[in-house]
């Protein structure tokens, strides 16, 4: 079973960065469609980036330039690089599979940008 842990999140101000990680417990992260996940309170959670197990990278609009997600295979780990954050990007983040199709959630890291 997938269990995914998210760390990483904090306070920033606008324009800073953060780099959020995706612990994955499992012997097949290798093979995984992996994604990082947002949701706000009240709203559906929205897919912002993805990467395939052959490192394969898609982006939301919202993100696009800005964030970079990538693995760490060996280290059963993801990671999603953030910059230039906006205040619009306040939320909770979560990370897991989209394929195969996601179960068990982690608790999400908080990600508050604010001056």
């Known amino acids: 079973q997938v269990q995914p842990v998210e760390s990483g999140g904090g306070l920033v101000q606008p324009g800073g960065s953060l780099r959020l990680s995706c612990e994955v417990s499992?012997?097949?992260?290798?093979?995984?469609?992996m994604g990082w996940y947002r949701q706000a309170p009240g709203k559906q959670r929205d897919l912002v980036a993805q990467i395939t197990s052959a490192g394969i990278t898609n982006y939301a609009d919202s993100v696009k330039g800005r964030f970079t997600i990538s693995r760490d295979n060996a280290k059963t780990t993801m990671y999603l690089q953030m910059h230039s954050l906006k205040p619009e990007d306040t939320t909770v983040y979560f990370c897991?599979?989209?394929?195969?199709?996601?179960?068990?959630w982690g608790q999400g890291t908080q990600v508050t940008v604010s001056s």
């Open positions: 499992g012997n097949f992260f290798a093979s995984y469609f």
């Open positions: 897991n599979t989209i394929t195969p199709a996601p179960r068990n």
